[in-house]
């Protein structure tokens, strides 16, 4: 596979990979903070977590709370659109665009998914969640648009 | 990375390209769908989006809607299904697949979600939303397999 | 894409091509558990459904089952553990990386996420699914960390 030894060659692929990396582990993040915020707000899934944090098993710790559901409710926002920007982004750095015009979209990205996380799991008001979040869509729409016009 | 310049050369790349946005992009207006329905049923997951469509944040808006719970379920199916798609796809493009034979999987894959979204959504008797779902998987197991022959 | 025809000869990408599948289609596998425990539990989502195993639909059988919450949370996890192993394992495939170090990587991802289906299901008793789930999450981490080292 040529394209191997050459990815240090290729500027845009460098920052592709490297943006990408960032907000997956963003994301990944989340579920510490699930756990955390299980932890510590005593609010289990599973009756075998229970034990974490008390001697036996307790059923009373098998609850919904509403901390844990809002960090929950931000990682799945992340699983909705963090995926498909890095499989976006990732056809849309083999099309060849300009790095320029790529570290635009790359950036712009990873900066609205981190205010998005801190809007939501910080109760920001409305409507900064939804600012960023449709930030960080049209980038990924730009860059199918991108996809689709070299493609067809 | 010589692949970049090469893309345009590559017919099953571009096939795939095509196809997988538009799929990817069809997963991406799920969200947009949760959120018209979160706002005419007036039903929100968080207190801070009551603001949208009421003067005073109103704790009961905070509410389950059937109707968007459906849309959600809908689009977690899409997450279940199509980034495993367009994952195994790019794999699959990469054994060299006849174009033909590419295509076809491509295509049958992007209708079986299309009508399963509308089956979902629409509420229609099963089992037609069965089995869409089981051609999406099937066109999936089908790619899997061609990669693992190839690579094995 | 000059890639294309070399798949074959470079063994990082067979490798990783081999366990992505794997580990895709284990993912893929929660679908098909999650529908056999609605089935067999007559616990379904939606109301068209209950048609499958009733003759006429019955609002009663749609309701939520532990057994059936267990699998989907088991497949949530997979979402958000396995995807993020094939994203980064990709772009650490192309810096090149030893055979054995990679096979190291790959292999221990596939079978921690194996065990922790079996003790996510299982309900054994943690700490096993919660080591499980820290050693796939170790990997991923050590990928990225690879991946980062080599763009920057």
Not at 21 to 30: E, F, G
Not at 34 to 62: H, I, M, Q
Not at 130 to 138: K, Q, T
Request: proline share 4%.
């Amino acid at each position: 596979m040529s394209s191997l030894s050459s990815m240090k060659d290729n500027q845009v692929f460098l920052a592709f990979s490297t943006y990408a990396i960032i907000v997956i582990l963003k994301m990944m993040l989340m579920s510490f903070w699930t756990s955390y915020f299980r932890l510590t707000r005593k609010a289990f899934a599973n009756l075998e977590d229970t034990k974490l944090v008390s001697p036996t098993e307790d059923k009373k710790l098998v609850i919904v709370n509403p901390d844990v559901e809002r960090v929950r409710r931000c990682h799945q926002n992340d699983l909705e659109n963090v995926i498909p920007f890095v499989l976006v982004g990732l056809l849309y750095t083999l099309t060849g665009p300009e790095l320029s015009t790529a570290l635009l979209h790359f950036r712009v990205f990873v900066v609205s998914r981190i205010f998005h996380t801190i809007a939501y799991v910080g109760c920001l008001p409305q409507p900064s969640r939804g600012l960023c979040f449709m930030v960080g869509v049209l980038v990924t729409f730009s860059m199918a648009w991108t996809v689709l016009s070299t493609a067809l």
